[in-house]
């Protein structure tokens, strides 16, 4: 079946400016992973969802970032007044309830902020 | 806090030759899982291997082994018969164990990354 998918896959925007990102996780996956990866660095946890509920947020660098999952399907990741270091791949992952841990992960969203 | 260590940021391997990628962790827990996912330049994380902390037994994945030593926090993965679709970059990555109204919980920690090369 279809992967995680992620839109837009790049995003360029000017310092200042508000940005969604989307993410589409495998159909029947309650569970939802947000991490960012810098330049040269693994990914770094931002927040998981386990179904429409934040479980943990405590990834989230400051209140300009927050995360939305109305349905429990697809989740929305919001940046407002982005910051040039705020530039780096955006990854999204999901996982079904009851199995063996594995996160499967989408091609991310790179986003520069100029 | 968990830490995840990879101290090699880059390495290289003929074609079919043997590679082993280093990887430590910090971790006062008991039960833990650990990973490795492979990067390739299209960005798409893939699972290349899982251990569970307590299983003894080092798991196995064709050509994908790892070297789990839980008392020294040490886990490294093994290529054998390296390809060029190997290269790539390579992330060892921690999870507490938890459960979670019956399913997974809890955020992976990865280290570094290393970006492995095989030449030809």
């Known amino acids: 079946g279809a992967g995680v998918s992620q839109t837009p896959s790049n995003k360029v925007t000017e310092k200042g400016k508000y940005v969604e990102l989307r993410c589409d996780p495998i159909s029947g996956h309650t569970a939802l992973y947000w991490y960012r990866q810098s330049l040269g660095q693994g990914p770094e946890f931002l927040i998981y969802?386990?179904?429409?509920?934040?479980?943990?947020d405590s990834g989230l660098p400051n209140d300009r970032f927050f995360a939305v999952r109305p349905e429990g399907s697809v989740s929305t990741l919001k940046i407002q007044r982005t910051e040039r270091g705020d530039s780096a791949v955006y990854l999204c992952?999901?996982?079904?309830?009851?199995?063996?841990?594995?996160?499967?992960f989408g091609p991310g969203t790179r986003l520069t902020v100029l | 806090a968990q830490t995840v260590t990879q101290s090699q940021p880059e390495m290289s391997v003929q074609e079919a030759e043997t590679v082993t990628l280093s990887c430590t962790y910090d971790t006062s827990e008991n039960n833990y899982y650990l990973f490795w996912y492979k990067q390739p330049p299209s960005r798409q994380m893939i699972l290349v291997i899982r251990?569970?902390?307590?299983?003894?037994q080092n798991a196995t994945e064709n050509r994908f082994s790892v070297n789990f030593q839980k008392a020294a926090k040490s886990f490294s993965l093994k290529i054998s018969d390296s390809q060029l679709g190997d290269t790539a970059m390579y992330f060892c990555a921690f999870m507490k164990h938890g459960v979670l109204l019956g399913g997974s919980q809890g955020n992976l920690i990865f280290g570094k990354g290393t970006k492995l090369s095989v030449k030809p």
């Open positions: 969802f386990q179904g429409t509920g934040a479980a943990d």
């Open positions: 251990q569970e902390a307590y299983k003894q």
């Open positions: 992952a999901s996982n079904p309830t009851g199995t063996l841990h594995e996160q499967f």
